[in-house]
């Protein structure tokens, strides 16, 4: 991970290397790290990481913040966040929905808010979660049963519902027009005695969601 980042922001005209301040006094990438995790996690302001790493090096963790979340996007997300790319992927989600009585399912999916603690309050309305009591921000997130992540929107207003954010999500455009989902076939029991065949997998959702045939 350490090649994906500079150990500098620049250097100056004696090839000394600079931290985005203009300082020589580098704040080891290490600590970056550290402080890039600590917001995340933990909502620390930057002010607070700067003084946890014992330094007034404020801007460059705010700078190395939102460098570290573009890399961090661009180089883990496609490789960590899918849907069942090939039909032995597909066949084990569906099995174990199969197991609990959900044969034919191949995700669950809602709405997920995380709360935006220095939303500005112009957008305060607009970012209201009623369910949280606080501003938020809404991503539509279908998981596995095993709560692997396999679809996650961009975000949007928390004032929104399920129905609508959905229509703008275009990760889950594959599970209305990929072949390996709507040609997917399983059996459901008709009766103690009979089966019937269908086509089309499908997910499980509260009923803040349109019914969609796929």
């Not at 600079?18 to 996690?41: C, N, S, Y």
């Not at 603690?117 to 979660?129: A, D, G, L, V």
């Not at 519902?161 to 390996?180: E, Q």
Request: hydrophobic share 35%; glycine share 8%.
């Amino acid at each position: 991970m350490q090649n994906w980042f500079k150990p500098y922001f620049k250097t100056d005209g004696d090839g000394f290397p600079l931290d985005v301040t203009g300082t020589i006094h580098l704040v080891p990438l290490e600590l970056k790290f550290l402080g890039a995790l600590r917001v995340l996690t933990k909502g620390y302001s930057f002010l607070e990481v700067a003084e946890c790493t014992q330094g007034d090096h404020e801007e460059v963790h705010r700078t190395f913040f939102y460098e570290f979340c573009e890399v961090l996007i661009e180089k883990l997300f496609a490789s960590n966040v899918y849907l069942p790319r090939n039909d032995e992927e597909l066949d084990l989600v569906m099995n174990i929905y199969s197991h609990l009585g959900f044969p034919g399912c191949c995700f669950s999916m809602d709405c997920v808010h995380i709360k935006w603690k220095n939303c500005p309050f112009k957008y305060r309305n607009s970012y209201y979660s009623y369910k949280n009591g606080c501003s938020a921000v809404s991503y539509n997130v279908s998981c596995s049963h095993s709560g692997f992540i396999q679809t996650v929107s961009n975000g949007y207003y928390a004032t929104w519902g399920d129905d609508l954010i959905v229509r703008f999500d275009d990760a889950v455009l594959p599970l209305i027009n990929n072949p390996l989902f709507t040609n997917k076939e399983y059996t459901l029991n008709k009766s103690p005695i009979a089966t019937v065949k269908r086509k089309g997998v499908y997910g499980l959702t509260d009923n803040g969601y349109f019914r969609c045939c796929i």
